[in-house]
């Protein structure tokens, strides 16, 4: 088992950057397929980047391609989504995302996942 806790959320003009961080405790995070995912107002919960295990594999979603990338310091053990140019559009509660079952391809659904964090904000002010 693994308890996520998310950090780094906040007010960010437009065009401006972000790290989020999602600490893991318990089993590390190499041992699982890992994703961000977020909800904006009114919205339903969507999937911006998912790695699978072994981090060979990664998906990203159009709208973050060339400006969001994800890592892993397993040292740490903490994920990490590094957001870049940012857009109002990007306001969303972002969510850490952990699966015990994503060897090859990364997963893009919210039922792929087993383990999840409380959330931290971002907004993005135009």
């Known amino acids: 088992q693994v308890q996520l806790v998310e950090s780094g959320g906040g007010l960010v003009q437009a065009g401006g950057s972000l790290k989020l961080s999602c600490a893991a405790s318990g089993r590390t995070v190499s041992s699982y397929g890992m994703a961000w995912f977020r909800q904006g107002p009114g919205k339903e919960r969507e999937v911006v980047i998912a790695i699978t295990k072994g981090g060979l594999s990664a998906y990203y979603t159009d709208s973050v391609k060339g400006r969001f990338t994800i890592s892993r310091d397993n040292a740490k053990n903490t994920v990490y989504l590094h957001m870049n140019i940012l857009k109002p559009e990007d306001t969303a509660v972002y969510y850490c995302?952990?699966?015990?079952?994503?060897?090859?391809?990364?997963?893009?659904?919210?039922?792929?996942?087993?383990?999840w964090g409380q959330g931290t904000q971002v907004t993005v002010s135009s």
């Open positions: 995302a952990a699966s015990t079952r994503l060897t090859s391809v990364p997963g893009r659904t919210q039922g792929e996942y087993d383990y």
